[in-house]
């Protein structure tokens, strides 16, 4: 029996022709460059759906060896047809969702006598311990998928799922899964094939994806028997992270089967998405997205001068867009997770301006990051002015809490939050930091000003008030200081 497949079936939600619609696989590559964009709400599907066809185009395409043939591929305008067509029609039959021998990215013989919520594969729906973030399902209520729900949820899974307690098939617990902890960065051009191919980062060895490989049965994942490197980007962008079997109604799936898929051995791969930054004990560690605060707030731990990296895509995409003088935008992706708990799933956008990789632009990043952390640290000290002030000895825990529920330092993130973009989009303007830092200046201004209206205007609370705009004074200085100065 095979069924839906993945190539043919529209189950890739797409933006063409000023319209939302569902394509197959191949048209998403054959037509990529008549395609706006991936167009999905799930930060996560955006990213697994990109580095599902970057994958097929790994093994499709010639090698890319460096920038330059990716500016010989944008000038062709397209991919090669024939090249796709004729890889796509030889690896047709992994690619159904559901088959006798070799289900997509699933393993067939898998025992389904305690079967799932499908709803597991998705950290934004409730299942097991994960917290309801934008669902309010339950597993005795669990919605029957469509097939292409189903196929995008087990591509999120595969890329996404957190390690923790299994207990199936001799396994106690499973590894993380490839992004499980880190942000991937994606590029994004004028059109689909623009993005892809300023994602296609040149590789020396991209590595045979799962469905180029023996079809994984149930003996292969018991105990954990298989254990691959964990390298190449096209084995690593479709890894099987878990053993899941989705169980077939007819008309969409409401369970799976579930169980351990293969295990990563550490080999020092650094995934192409992926952006690096040195630990405080000299290990390499990638970088992650946070639940307190935007991650334009941790750019610089991935700039040279501070030991990290950028990720590959990142300095790929720039050079080659700045040869073609193409207009990018930077998307940032991922989920913020406590050990096997999905907290948050994020997507951050920012513009990606020309000579965002020179190194006076990375200066000049970095006294911006500096400048807005300085100004930061001070209110947080102006807060806890303001909470001694109003409370005066109280012990240490009541004055935390009362400092916390200050809105001065979320309003002051908050704006610069809005502000940084716009930094960032002109960071090539003379000045630059001379705007950036009355933006500064004046999201700290705003913040104290809603403050002082939340405080009260008891005496207790005018006295917290008086001490907090002494400090504020000092605060602001910091806003109009100019580096290298007190």
């Known amino acids: 029996?095979?069924?839906?497949?993945?190539?043919?079936?529209?189950?890739?939600?797409v933006f063409q022709g000023g319209r939302v619609r569902e394509v197959g696989l191949a048209e998403a590559l054959l037509e990529a460059h008549t395609i706006a964009r991936i167009e999905t709400p799930s930060p996560l599907e955006e990213v697994a759906l990109h580095r599902l066809l970057l994958a097929v185009l790994y093994r499709a395409l010639p090698p890319l060896r460096g920038g330059c043939d990716a500016l010989e591929l944008l000038e062709q305008g397209g991919f090669d047809r024939n090249a796709l067509q004729k890889y796509l029609c030889h690896y047709r039959d992994r690619f159904y969702l559901f088959h006798d021998t070799a289900p997509f990215l699933q393993i067939p013989d898998l025992p389904d006598k305690d079967p799932l919520p499908w709803a597991?594969?998705?950290?934004?729906?409730?299942?097991?311990?994960?917290?309801?973030?934008?669902?309010?399902?339950?597993?005795?209520?669990?919605?029957l998928a469509s097939y292409a729900q189903a196929a995008r949820?087990?591509?999120?899974?595969?890329?996404?799922?957190?390690?923790?307690?299994?207990?199936r098939l001799g396994v106690t617990s499973a590894r993380d899964a490839p992004l499980a902890r880190p942000a991937?960065?994606?590029?994004?051009?004028?059109?689909?094939?623009?993005?892809?191919?300023?994602?296609?980062?040149?590789?020396?060895d991209p590595g045979m994806p799962v469905w180029e490989l023996p079809p994984l049965r149930t003996q292969d994942v018991q105990g954990h028997a298989t254990k691959w490197p964990l390298e190449g980007a096209a084995r690593?962008?479709?890894?099987?992270?878990?053993?899941?079997?989705?169980?077939?109604?007819?008309?969409?799936?409401?369970?799976?089967?579930?169980?351990?898929g293969v295990e990563p051995l550490e080999v020092g791969f650094r995934d192409p998405m992926v952006a690096y930054r040195l630990g405080g004990e000299g290990q390499v560690l990638p970088l992650r997205l946070s639940v307190e605060k935007s991650f334009w707030r941790d750019f610089s731990a991935m700039l040279p001068a501070a030991g990290g990296s950028f990720p590959a895509t990142l300095a790929h995409a720039v050079r080659v867009a700045e040869?073609?003088?193409?207009?990018?935008?930077?998307?940032?992706?991922g989920q913020v997770s406590d050990q096997a708990k999905v907290l948050d799933v994020r997507r951050e956008v920012y513009p990606l301006p020309q000579g965002f990789l020179s190194p006076v632009a990375e200066e000049l990043?970095?006294?911006?990051?500096?400048?807005?952390?300085?100004?930061?640290?001070?209110?947080?000290?102006?807060?806890?002015?303001?909470?001694?002030?109003?409370?005066?000895?109280?012990?240490?825990?009541?004055?935390?809490?009362?400092?916390?529920?200050?809105?001065?330092?979320?309003?002051?993130?908050?704006?610069?939050?809005?502000?940084?973009?716009?930094?960032?989009?002109?960071?090539?303007?003379?000045?630059?930091?001379?705007?950036?830092?009355?933006?500064v200046?004046?999201?700290?201004?705003?913040?104290?000003?809603?403050?002082?209206?939340?405080?009260?205007?008891?005496?207790?609370?005018?006295?917290?008030?008086?001490?907090?705009?002494?400090?504020?004074?000092?605060?602001?200085?910091?806003?109009?200081?100019?580096e290298g100065r007190p």
């Not at 029996?1 to 939600?13: G, Q, R, S, V, Y």
């Not at 597991?120 to 399902?137: I, Q, R, V, Y």
């Not at 689909?192 to 994602?199: A, P």
């Open 1 to 13: 029996m095979a069924k839906f497949n993945l190539l043919t079936e529209p189950w890739i939600p």
């Open 120 to 143: 597991k594969l998705l950290p934004e729906m409730a299942s097991g311990n994960n917290p309801t973030l934008f669902d309010h399902t339950t597993e005795e209520n669990v919605p």
């Open 153 to 167: 949820a087990l591509l999120v899974h595969q890329a996404y799922a957190p390690g923790g307690l299994l207990k």
């Open 184 to 204: 991937a960065f994606l590029a994004v051009g004028e059109n689909l094939f623009q993005t892809l191919v300023l994602n296609l980062v040149p590789q020396k």
């Open 236 to 260: 690593v962008y479709a890894w099987p992270s878990r053993g899941v079997l989705l169980l077939d109604e007819g008309n969409g799936v409401r369970e799976m089967a579930y169980g351990p």
């Open 323 to 333: 040869e073609m003088g193409l207009r990018l935008e930077l998307r940032v992706l």
């Open 365 to 439: 990043l970095q006294k911006a990051l500096e400048l807005a952390e300085r100004v930061g640290n001070a209110l947080y000290g102006v807060a806890r002015e303001v909470a001694m002030g109003v409370l005066g000895d109280k012990d240490q825990e009541e004055l935390r809490r009362f400092q916390d529920s200050l809105p001065l330092l979320r309003l002051y993130w908050a704006a610069l939050d809005g502000r940084f973009p716009r930094f960032l989009e002109g960071l090539a303007q003379p000045d630059a930091m001379d705007r950036w830092r009355e933006e």
């Open 441 to 482: 200046r004046q999201a700290a201004l705003r913040a104290w000003e809603e403050t002082r209206a939340f405080v009260g205007t008891e005496g207790r609370h005018l006295k917290g008030l008086a001490v907090g705009e002494r400090a504020m004074g000092l605060a602001l200085t910091h806003a109009q200081a100019r």
